[in-house]
């Protein structure tokens, strides 16, 4: 503002340029708390996002070694899920039996921003789950889902009476024994053929009362994506201990000649043909099984065929010896054992 010679008003000048450095200063202020809120909010966001994400990594982790855990029990296990590393680690707290126990799990799951990579997002949850040890029950020397199962010849035979002993395990030939044969409809001994058991055969109503009764994770077991560690061809035996009863799988439909002779868990997907000179020590799991005259393989455990479906008839003319050998059934079958969660147990702790 100028006076009346036009000069301006002393002091009026540095007043105003003082007003207009504060007014700079108070935006930049206001820039800069208002920058500050946003990123804050918008780490917020992050954090939230991560943490989410953590949690859905946690319960993944979870339901993976869950559903892929068969066999032996991991002491830990870590697995990449998305952004994600999920660790999963296992500690006993109960032995219900011998093949039942009981298990704490315990799942972190992390997800790390780069921006912050000492400060990932984190998550645990937790549950119990059964380990069943003995998946495969002890039912019959052979069970077929067919609607004719017929022993013809002197040397086709299902031998329900346990040949294990003392010697092979301590329980070994101690029990009554299981039934010789199980089908869906007619159960047969013919021209010298042999059905022997407790009860020497039993019949199921139905494909799915059998299959209800085995109560596998057929799905599980026979999907190629499900990693097997011996998937394809057989082990070299002579390289693994004497008393390992492993996991063996084989995709499609199998003529098992002796070159696949072993012991263990041999899961067939297809049909199997079973040929002399084959033996087995153990568990066969077969989507079908399908005879060969006058071939004369030789099983010491247990057969369980027709997974897959209704099997066509079988007939074993001369067609080997299937006996139930208790001892390598409980071998074999800690090499299907798996985890059952207990229901209403998961929970999120952190």
């Given at each position: ?86 660790t999963v680690t296992a500690r006993k ?118 299959y209800d009764s085995v109560g596998l ?80 393989p030789s099983v010491a455990g247990t ?48």
């Amino acid at each position: 503002m100028s006076g009346a010679s036009g000069r301006p008003v002393e002091g009026r000048g540095g007043f105003a340029l003082a007003l207009v450095v504060f007014l700079l200063f108070a935006i930049s202020v206001a820039g800069a708390v208002g920058y500050q809120v946003v990123n804050a909010e918008r780490e917020l966001a992050t954090q939230n996002r991560d943490a989410h994400q953590a949690l859905a990594v946690a319960r993944g982790g979870m339901e993976r070694f869950v559903g892929e855990q068969v066999g032996a029990m991991a002491d830990t296990q870590s697995y990449f899920i998305g952004r994600g590393l999920a660790t999963v680690t296992a500690r006993k707290v109960l032995e219900s039996d011998s093949v039942n126990h009981l298990y704490f799990l315990r799942s972190e799951g992390t997800v790390t921003d780069p921006r912050f990579p000492d400060s990932p997002a984190s998550r645990v949850v937790t549950t119990y789950a059964w380990h069943r040890m003995a998946p495969v029950p002890h039912k019959a020397a052979i069970m077929v889902a067919t609607p004719s199962l017929q022993f013809m010849g002197g040397l086709s035979r299902a031998w329900g009476g346990d040949v294990a002993s003392p010697a092979d395990c301590p329980t070994g030939g101690l029990g009554p024994g299981v039934a010789g044969a199980i089908g869906v409809g007619m159960v047969a001994a013919r021209n010298g053929g042999t059905l022997q058991g407790n009860p020497p055969s039993r019949t199921y109503g139905s494909y799915q009362a059998m299959y209800d009764s085995v109560g596998l994770r057929w799905d599980i077991l026979s999907d190629p994506r499900f990693p097997v560690e011996f998937d394809g061809t057989p082990p070299v035996w002579s390289s693994l201990p004497a008393d390992s009863f492993p996991l063996v799988r084989f995709i499609g439909d199998l003529t098992a000649t002796s070159a696949w002779s072993g012991r263990g868990a041999l899961i067939v997907t297809g049909t199997i043909f079973m040929e002399t000179g084959f033996t087995w020590e153990g568990i066969i799991l077969a989507g079908r099984m399908r005879d060969r005259n006058g071939q004369v393989p030789s099983v010491a455990g247990t057969v369980v065929a027709g997974l897959n479906s209704v099997n066509p008839g079988v007939i074993l003319n001369n067609g080997g010896s299937f006996a139930y050998h208790s001892c390598n059934v409980r071998k074999a079958n800690k090499a299907l054992a798996y985890l059952e969660m207990v229901e209403g147990t998961m929970v999120e702790v952190r």
